[in-house]
């Protein structure tokens, strides 16, 4: 049992408080398992949060071979709050939506690589309610030298060997949760080899734990650089359509603790409007807050019958 409490401390959830782990079910016993792995040595607690000590990692790797579990240890995390909050979202999205008639994917803390690396000083600007992007007049020299349209999604292999030696940089989300519908319709498509998220055939919904405007506009100029080189250069064809040619959706949402602060950032940034994501639609951006989504009741059959329900609008593509 004490196992597997200390196999929760995966490099996935790094940290955690005792009620997540209550709400993830280690229920009995749980006060006394943790007074004895902090003695132990195995645990560290900072505030109300706990984590692996180097000897607790050394004993997750123990138990993750013994139990074939090919999970690896979570480290001391950089943000402690931030990814006990990523954990909470995860529980909650686990809990409110069983998926049926598909499959779900999460991502936690993906370093995804957006090129090219942007060098400005400043990368956008405000201008009567709107953005300007600075950078869109390059990133659109790039595209007209990179993409050769069509829908084949091999056709530009080349082209996309030479743009992955650009300089890059990194996005971030806190997590990346990737929706597969009705997976044994498309079992007979190959997924290609440049598709490594494999987007193909999903629908896509990033989170990102903030609420301060101007850091989300930050993220968003990074939102673009990874469209662009999804949809342009890897999956030309397939990245806003399955291969049934239904529509894929792709969502960038801002998630915060309380539900002012997620209304507060959807006024903010709502009154940009579509210049938000008008270089890269379609796209979505939406705010949620985690007081919101605990209210939903649990076991529904989509994310459909979520995220929109508990999310609020900030600029739609419909």
Not at 55 to 61: H, K, L, M, V
Not at 91 to 107: I, V
Not at 120 to 136: A, D, G, T, V
Not at 227 to 254: K, N, V
Request: a negative charge.
């Amino acid at each position: 049992m004490r196992e597997d409490l200390l196999i929760r401390f995966s490099q996935n959830h790094p940290c955690w408080s005792r009620d997540l782990l209550f709400r993830a079910g280690e229920i009995l016993l749980l006060d006394e398992n943790l007074d004895y792995l902090l003695n132990k040595g195995l645990l560290i607690k900072n505030n109300n949060l706990y984590f692996l000590s180097d000897a607790g990692r050394a004993e997750f790797e123990k138990i993750s071979d013994e139990l074939f579990l090919y999970e690896r240890p979570g480290n001391e995390p950089k943000d402690f709050k931030r990814c006990a909050l990523a954990t909470e979202l995860w529980l909650e999205l686990e809990r409110c939506n069983l998926q049926k008639w598909g499959l779900k994917k999460y991502l936690f803390r993906p370093e995804l690589a957006v090129r090219p690396k942007l060098k400005l000083n400043k990368i956008f600007e405000f201008n009567n309610n709107k953005i300007n992007w600075l950078y869109l007049d390059n990133i659109k020299n790039f595209i007209d030298n990179y993409y050769l349209g069509g829908r084949d999604i091999n056709k530009n292999l080349s082209k996309l060997a030479e743009w992955l030696k650009l300089e890059r940089e990194l996005f971030t989300p806190d997590l990346f949760l990737i929706i597969n519908y009705d997976f044994k319709n498309y079992l007979e498509f190959k997924s290609p080899e440049q598709d490594e998220l494999k987007l193909v055939n999903t629908d896509r919904f990033i989170f990102i734990i903030n609420k301060d405007a101007e850091a989300c506009i930050n993220e968003i100029s990074k939102f673009h650089r990874f469209i662009i080189e999804q949809r342009y250069l890897r999956l030309p064809g397939y990245f806003d359509l399955d291969c049934h040619e239904q529509g894929s959706a792709t969502w960038l949402i801002f998630l915060t603790e309380s539900q002012n602060e997620a209304v507060s950032l959807q006024n903010n940034l709502k009154n940009f409007g579509e210049s938000l994501i008008e270089p890269v639609m379609p796209c979505e951006i939406w705010t949620m807050s985690l007081e919101s989504l605990r209210q939903c009741e649990a076991g529904r059959d989509v994310i459909w019958e979520v995220v929109p329900k508990f999310a609020l609008p900030v600029c739609r593509d419909i």
